[in-house]
Protein backbone atom coordinates (compact mmCIF):
# COMPACT_ATOMS: atom_id res chain seq x y z
CA UNK A 1 0.00 0.00 0.00
CA UNK A 2 1.37 3.20 -0.99
CA UNK A 3 1.78 5.93 1.63
CA UNK A 4 -1.11 8.67 -0.20
CA UNK A 5 -3.68 5.26 0.03
CA UNK A 6 -3.36 5.08 3.75
CA UNK A 7 -6.63 6.12 5.83
CA UNK A 8 -5.57 5.54 9.50
CA UNK A 9 -2.29 7.68 9.61
CA UNK A 10 0.90 7.57 8.42
CA UNK A 11 2.34 4.91 10.14
CA UNK A 12 0.90 2.37 13.08
CA UNK A 13 1.51 -0.82 14.81
CA UNK A 14 1.04 -3.33 11.88
CA UNK A 15 3.03 -1.27 9.34
CA UNK A 16 6.20 -1.90 11.46
CA UNK A 17 6.02 -5.15 10.12
CA UNK A 18 7.55 -4.28 6.42
CA UNK A 19 10.64 -3.11 5.91
CA UNK A 20 10.04 -0.04 4.19
CA UNK A 21 7.83 1.30 7.32
CA UNK A 22 10.63 0.31 9.62
CA UNK A 23 12.85 2.68 7.39
CA UNK A 24 10.32 5.00 7.59
CA UNK A 25 10.03 5.42 11.32
CA UNK A 26 13.77 5.22 12.20
CA UNK A 27 14.62 7.94 9.68
CA UNK A 28 11.50 9.92 11.49
CA UNK A 29 13.14 9.38 14.79
CA UNK A 30 16.91 10.09 14.15
CA UNK A 31 15.61 13.60 12.41
CA UNK A 32 13.80 14.07 15.92
CA UNK A 33 16.38 13.38 17.69
CA UNK A 34 18.88 15.53 15.28
CA UNK A 35 16.42 18.44 15.85
CA UNK A 36 16.39 17.39 19.78
CA UNK A 37 19.80 17.78 20.57
CA UNK A 38 20.12 21.36 18.48
CA UNK A 39 17.60 22.26 20.91
CA UNK A 40 18.87 20.77 24.00
CA UNK A 41 23.10 21.19 23.56
CA UNK A 42 23.14 25.36 24.06
CA UNK A 43 21.40 25.07 27.23
CA UNK A 44 23.20 22.09 28.48
CA UNK A 45 26.35 24.35 27.34
CA UNK A 46 24.95 27.23 29.47
CA UNK A 47 24.26 25.45 32.20
CA UNK A 48 27.82 23.74 32.77
CA UNK A 49 29.44 27.22 31.72
CA UNK A 50 27.85 28.71 34.23
CA UNK A 51 29.53 26.53 37.31
CA UNK A 52 33.40 26.66 35.33
CA UNK A 53 36.13 28.66 36.77
CA UNK A 54 37.09 31.79 34.69
CA UNK A 55 40.38 30.22 33.92
CA UNK A 56 38.99 26.87 32.31
CA UNK A 57 36.15 29.16 30.63
CA UNK A 58 38.50 30.86 28.21
CA UNK A 59 40.73 27.26 27.71
CA UNK A 60 40.97 26.52 24.16
CA UNK A 61 39.90 23.80 23.20
CA UNK A 62 36.89 24.68 25.46
CA UNK A 63 36.17 21.39 28.06
CA UNK A 64 32.75 20.13 27.86
CA UNK A 65 32.50 18.52 31.14
CA UNK A 66 34.07 20.84 33.85
CA UNK A 67 37.18 20.01 35.36
CA UNK A 68 36.12 22.23 38.98
CA UNK A 69 32.67 22.96 39.54
CA UNK A 70 32.66 26.17 41.03
CA UNK A 71 29.64 26.98 42.69
CA UNK A 72 30.61 30.96 44.04
CA UNK A 73 30.17 32.30 40.09
CA UNK A 74 26.67 31.84 40.58
CA UNK A 75 26.50 33.72 43.70
CA UNK A 76 29.04 36.40 42.71
CA UNK A 77 26.96 36.42 38.95
CA UNK A 78 23.61 37.22 41.10
CA UNK A 79 25.01 40.02 43.30
CA UNK A 80 27.42 41.79 40.87
CA UNK A 81 24.48 42.11 38.23
CA UNK A 82 21.53 42.85 41.37
CA UNK A 83 19.91 40.01 39.40
CA UNK A 84 16.99 39.94 41.86
CA UNK A 85 16.01 43.92 40.91
CA UNK A 86 15.09 42.75 37.46
CA UNK A 87 13.70 39.78 38.14
CA UNK A 88 11.12 41.71 40.39
CA UNK A 89 10.65 44.11 37.01
CA UNK A 90 10.07 40.99 35.14
CA UNK A 91 7.43 39.80 37.54
CA UNK A 92 5.61 43.83 37.54
CA UNK A 93 5.80 43.55 34.21
CA UNK A 94 4.70 40.05 33.66
CA UNK A 95 1.50 40.75 36.72
CA UNK A 96 -0.06 43.98 35.09
CA UNK A 97 0.58 42.33 31.64
CA UNK A 98 -1.55 39.04 32.32
CA UNK A 99 -3.93 41.22 34.43
CA UNK A 100 -4.64 43.58 31.55
CA UNK A 101 -4.65 40.62 29.16
CA UNK A 102 -7.20 38.14 30.81
CA UNK A 103 -9.56 41.26 31.82
CA UNK A 104 -9.57 43.20 28.35
CA UNK A 105 -9.20 40.92 26.32
CA UNK A 106 -11.68 38.74 27.94
CA UNK A 107 -14.40 40.91 28.29
CA UNK A 108 -14.15 42.17 24.49
CA UNK A 109 -14.51 38.38 23.63
CA UNK A 110 -17.52 38.05 25.64
CA UNK A 111 -18.82 40.89 23.92
CA UNK A 112 -18.23 39.94 20.27
CA UNK A 113 -19.49 35.84 21.44
CA UNK A 114 -22.88 36.64 23.04
CA UNK A 115 -23.69 40.41 23.29
CA UNK A 116 -22.65 40.74 19.73
CA UNK A 117 -23.59 44.56 19.19
CA UNK A 118 -24.32 45.86 15.81
CA UNK A 119 -20.88 46.19 14.10
CA UNK A 120 -19.64 42.83 15.65
CA UNK A 121 -18.51 41.52 11.63
CA UNK A 122 -16.92 44.73 10.99
CA UNK A 123 -14.86 44.67 14.22
CA UNK A 124 -14.13 40.84 14.00
CA UNK A 125 -12.63 41.76 10.62
CA UNK A 126 -10.59 45.06 12.12
CA UNK A 127 -9.17 42.30 14.80
CA UNK A 128 -8.59 40.22 12.06
CA UNK A 129 -6.59 43.36 9.92
CA UNK A 130 -4.55 43.99 12.95
CA UNK A 131 -2.89 40.75 13.18
CA UNK A 132 -1.65 41.03 9.64
CA UNK A 133 -0.11 44.96 10.00
CA UNK A 134 3.83 45.58 9.06
CA UNK A 135 5.87 46.35 12.18
CA UNK A 136 6.09 49.33 10.83
CA UNK A 137 3.43 50.52 12.89
CA UNK A 138 5.70 50.11 15.65
CA UNK A 139 7.13 53.76 14.90
CA UNK A 140 3.59 56.11 15.19
CA UNK A 141 2.74 53.72 18.32
CA UNK A 142 6.09 54.28 20.02
CA UNK A 143 5.74 57.74 19.31
CA UNK A 144 2.10 58.14 20.85
CA UNK A 145 3.56 56.26 23.92
CA UNK A 146 6.39 59.37 24.13
CA UNK A 147 3.66 62.05 23.82
CA UNK A 148 1.55 60.19 26.66
CA UNK A 149 4.31 59.69 28.79
CA UNK A 150 4.31 56.56 29.07
CA UNK A 151 8.43 56.30 28.65
CA UNK A 152 10.07 54.94 32.02
CA UNK A 153 6.76 53.23 32.95
CA UNK A 154 4.46 49.89 32.71
CA UNK A 155 1.84 51.07 31.87
CA UNK A 156 2.23 50.92 28.19
CA UNK A 157 3.57 47.70 27.80
CA UNK A 158 0.10 46.71 29.73
CA UNK A 159 -2.27 48.21 27.76
CA UNK A 160 -0.09 46.44 24.74
CA UNK A 161 -0.92 43.21 26.50
CA UNK A 162 -4.85 44.15 26.53
CA UNK A 163 -5.08 44.57 23.13
CA UNK A 164 -4.09 41.26 21.47
CA UNK A 165 -6.46 40.79 18.88
CA UNK A 166 -5.40 36.91 18.38
CA UNK A 167 -6.19 36.60 22.34
CA UNK A 168 -9.89 38.00 21.47
CA UNK A 169 -10.26 35.08 19.12
CA UNK A 170 -9.29 32.71 21.43
CA UNK A 171 -11.92 33.79 24.15
CA UNK A 172 -14.87 34.59 21.55
CA UNK A 173 -14.32 31.17 20.11
CA UNK A 174 -14.29 29.47 23.44
CA UNK A 175 -17.52 31.74 24.64
CA UNK A 176 -19.37 30.44 21.78
CA UNK A 177 -18.84 26.87 23.07
CA UNK A 178 -20.83 27.62 26.38
CA UNK A 179 -24.21 26.84 26.36
CA UNK A 180 -26.73 29.76 26.13
CA UNK A 181 -28.84 28.84 28.53
CA UNK A 182 -26.64 29.41 31.43
CA UNK A 183 -25.93 32.61 30.26
CA UNK A 184 -30.14 33.29 30.32
CA UNK A 185 -30.45 31.35 33.27
CA UNK A 186 -28.64 34.19 35.02
CA UNK A 187 -30.33 37.10 33.15
CA UNK A 188 -33.65 36.06 34.57
CA UNK A 189 -32.20 36.00 38.30
CA UNK A 190 -31.34 39.26 37.94
CA UNK A 191 -27.60 39.08 36.88
CA UNK A 192 -25.61 42.01 35.02
CA UNK A 193 -23.20 41.58 32.23
CA UNK A 194 -20.57 42.35 34.43
CA UNK A 195 -21.58 39.51 37.07
CA UNK A 196 -22.01 37.46 34.83
CA UNK A 197 -18.88 37.20 32.96
CA UNK A 198 -17.62 36.91 36.44
CA UNK A 199 -19.74 34.63 38.24
CA UNK A 200 -20.86 32.43 35.36
CA UNK A 201 -18.55 32.63 32.56
CA UNK A 202 -15.32 32.96 33.80
CA UNK A 203 -15.74 30.02 36.11
CA UNK A 204 -16.48 27.93 33.08
CA UNK A 205 -13.43 28.68 31.29
CA UNK A 206 -10.93 27.35 33.28
CA UNK A 207 -9.27 25.33 30.00
CA UNK A 208 -8.87 28.93 28.14
CA UNK A 209 -7.54 31.16 30.85
CA UNK A 210 -4.99 28.49 31.31
CA UNK A 211 -4.03 28.61 27.49
CA UNK A 212 -4.05 32.68 27.38
CA UNK A 213 -2.15 32.37 30.82
CA UNK A 214 0.92 30.55 29.33
CA UNK A 215 0.92 32.49 26.35
CA UNK A 216 1.27 35.77 28.43
CA UNK A 217 3.68 35.00 30.84
CA UNK A 218 5.75 33.16 28.12
CA UNK A 219 5.66 36.75 25.92
CA UNK A 220 6.16 38.62 28.34
CA UNK A 221 9.28 37.17 30.10
CA UNK A 222 11.02 36.83 26.82
CA UNK A 223 9.77 40.45 25.60
CA UNK A 224 12.42 42.50 24.60
CA UNK A 225 11.82 44.93 22.22
CA UNK A 226 8.94 47.37 23.81
CA UNK A 227 10.79 47.03 27.45
CA UNK A 228 14.07 48.35 25.49
CA UNK A 229 12.22 50.72 24.33
CA UNK A 230 10.25 52.44 26.56
CA UNK A 231 11.59 51.60 30.13
CA UNK A 232 14.50 52.80 32.09
CA UNK A 233 17.48 51.00 33.59
CA UNK A 234 16.55 50.87 37.02
CA UNK A 235 12.92 49.40 35.51
CA UNK A 236 14.20 46.98 32.84
CA UNK A 237 12.97 43.41 33.04
CA UNK A 238 15.64 40.42 32.53
CA UNK A 239 15.21 40.41 29.18
CA UNK A 240 16.42 43.54 28.57
CA UNK A 241 19.00 43.50 31.15
CA UNK A 242 20.76 39.83 29.41
CA UNK A 243 21.23 42.23 26.29
CA UNK A 244 22.91 45.24 28.62
CA UNK A 245 25.37 43.21 29.68
CA UNK A 246 28.74 44.05 29.02
CA UNK A 247 32.77 44.25 29.59
CA UNK A 248 32.02 48.04 31.21
CA UNK A 249 30.59 46.05 34.18
CA UNK A 250 33.24 43.58 34.58
CA UNK A 251 30.91 40.58 34.16
CA UNK A 252 32.95 37.21 33.01
CA UNK A 253 31.88 35.03 30.68
CA UNK A 254 31.24 32.39 33.27
CA UNK A 255 28.97 35.15 35.27
CA UNK A 256 27.71 35.65 31.48
CA UNK A 257 26.68 32.14 31.56
CA UNK A 258 25.33 32.37 35.29
CA UNK A 259 22.40 34.96 34.24
CA UNK A 260 21.97 33.12 31.41
CA UNK A 261 20.74 29.85 33.54
CA UNK A 262 18.70 32.07 36.23
CA UNK A 263 16.88 34.06 33.26
CA UNK A 264 15.67 30.01 31.59
CA UNK A 265 14.80 28.30 34.77
CA UNK A 266 11.38 30.10 35.43
CA UNK A 267 10.29 28.97 31.46
CA UNK A 268 11.59 26.16 31.94
CA UNK A 269 9.52 25.61 34.96
CA UNK A 270 6.35 27.02 34.09
Known sequence: MKFNEKTDGLINFSDLKKIEFKVVYWLMFAILVAISLVCIVPIIWVVV????????????????????????VLKSAWDKVQFGKYFLNSIILIAGAWACDVFFNGICGYVLSRLK?????????????????SGISMVPLYETFVSLGGVGHFWPLW??????????????????????????????????????????????????????????????????????????EDKAPVSVKLFMLDSNENIMENEKMAIMLFSIIPPAIM
Open 49 to 72: SSVKPTAEMYRVPPTIIPETVELG
Open 117 to 133: PKGTTLVMTLLFWTMLI
Open 159 to 232: LQAGCNAFNVMLFRNFFNSIPMSYIEAARIDGLSEIKIFFKIILPLSIPILMVVSIFSVSHQWSNFMWPYLLLT
